[in-house]
Every structure is written in C-alpha cells, then in structure tokens.
C-alpha cells in the first residue's frame, strides 16, 4: 500500500525553525517529484516547493524563498521541509504529496497525501 | 502566473441533489485541471484529472468536464459523505502551482 507518513505537530516560537518529515512506504521515493502544500487554518491549499526525487532538483515558491528548504534521503525513503525564520502567519498544517502522471505521462496530479503536519507558531 | 477561480465559495445542497462547482484558469490550461476532495481534519482526495478523468475508486456520480480556461465539477445525486469542501488545481504550469479558493458543499 502506498503512503506517505509524516511527522508529528510542532509548536515553534517566532524566528525558530521547522523540519517536518515525510517518509514512502510501498513506493519508492526517488522515483517520482514529492510535492510540499500548506494549509493555513480555513485557507486553500498553497504550494510551497517540490523536490525530484531521482536527482534531488528543488523548486520553491517565491513567497518562500530563502527560508525554505526541501531535501531528501533517499536510503531512507524520506523528504524533509525545513522552513526558518518562523512568523505567526506559517501557522498552517503541511502536507507532503506524491507527484503522479497517467499512463501515457500526459496529465499530472497529485494522487497519494500525507496525513499532515501542524505547524503552530506562537 | 495562471490564477484559478472557483465558484461558489459555498453552496447549501440536500442528499439527493445535482451540484455544481465551477473553475476559471486566468490562461488556456488546456485540460490540465485536476479536482480534489477535503474533509475536515483530512488531506484532500484525488476525484478527478485532465478535466474529466475518474480517480480509480471515485463513485461515477462525480464528473468533470472543459478544457482552455473553463472547467466544471458536477455532483449528480449528492450523498452526506459528499459534504465536504472542494478544490481545483492546475497542473498545465507547474511554477508555480496553484489552487483555487476551494468550494464548500454543506447541507
């Protein structure tokens, strides 16, 4: 069965860092893109960056740059997000998600969810 | 960027009904819409890709239809674990990738 397992809820202080973890299970990660979403509390979902899993590629949102890092460990099939310079307004539960194409490599999507990670920052 | 517009933010429906969602894409995505489910507390749920593919295991009662900058999510015979909030994504630009504001269906 394939799953994406993330880490558990963080409370962070104003100018602190997060790492939130994300590990594969059933498939494997350096396969595919892994995408990062956030989810501010009764907000849409925002992309935050995304990581090729075959060469370790990163590509962040502008509205995070500098701030924000995407890794990988591939022996362990795991992803991580770290964010810095925390401020009240990344309060929101992040979410890793696998990155997927049909069968003829036309459409893309993302079909496999982790389950979340809060984030409180106070 | 390509912006995504959904409409309505909310609608009330009953079990039984026929709903429908509406997406706008700000440029020509092509069929590169995909539609996701949320409940609370849960990460979205793949329904729908290219416009109008079926997930696997998504109930037939979902449908998705358009292409270029208009797209529609249709719910016929809305069933309560139907209740949710609904989300469309572009997938034809991926950088960056972006949503639309999300569509709550309630009773």
């Known amino acids: 069965q394939v799953q994406l397992v993330q880490s558990g809820a963080e409370v962070k202080k104003p100018g602190a860092s997060v790492k939130v973890s994300c590990k594969a299970s059933g498939y494997t990660l350096n396969k595919d893109m892994l995408y990062w979403v956030r989810q501010a509390p009764g907000q849409s979902l925002e992309w935050v960056g995304w990581i090729n899993g075959r060469n370790g590629n990163t590509k962040y949102s502008q509205r995070f740059q500098g701030r924000v890092t995407i890794t990988r460990d591939t022996f362990a099939s795991t992803a991580y997000l770290e964010l810095t310079s925390l401020r009240a307004e990344d309060t929101a539960v992040y979410y890793c998600?696998?990155?997927?194409?049909?069968?003829?490599?036309?459409?893309?999507?993302?079909?496999?969810w982790g389950a979340g990670t809060t984030v409180i920052v106070s | 960027d390509i912006q995504v517009t959904q409409s309505p933010s909310s609608l009330s429906a009953s079990v039984g009904d026929r709903v429908t969602i509406t997406c706008r894409a700000s440029?020509?995505?092509?069929?590169?819409l995909n539609w996701y489910q949320q409940k609370p507390r849960r990460p979205p749920k793949l329904l729908i890709y290219?416009?109008?593919t079926l997930q696997n295991g998504v109930p037939s009662r979902f449908s998705g239809s358009g292409s270029g900058t208009d797209f529609t999510l249709t719910i016929t015979n809305l069933q309560p674990e139907d209740f949710a909030t609904y989300y469309c994504q572009q997938s034809n630009d991926i950088f960056p990738l972006t949503f639309g504001g999300g569509t709550r269906v309630e009773i």
């Open positions: 290219g416009a109008s």
């Open positions: 440029h020509n995505i092509k069929s590169s």
């Open positions: 998600a696998r990155w997927s194409t049909d069968t003829i490599g036309y459409y893309y999507y993302m079909d496999v």
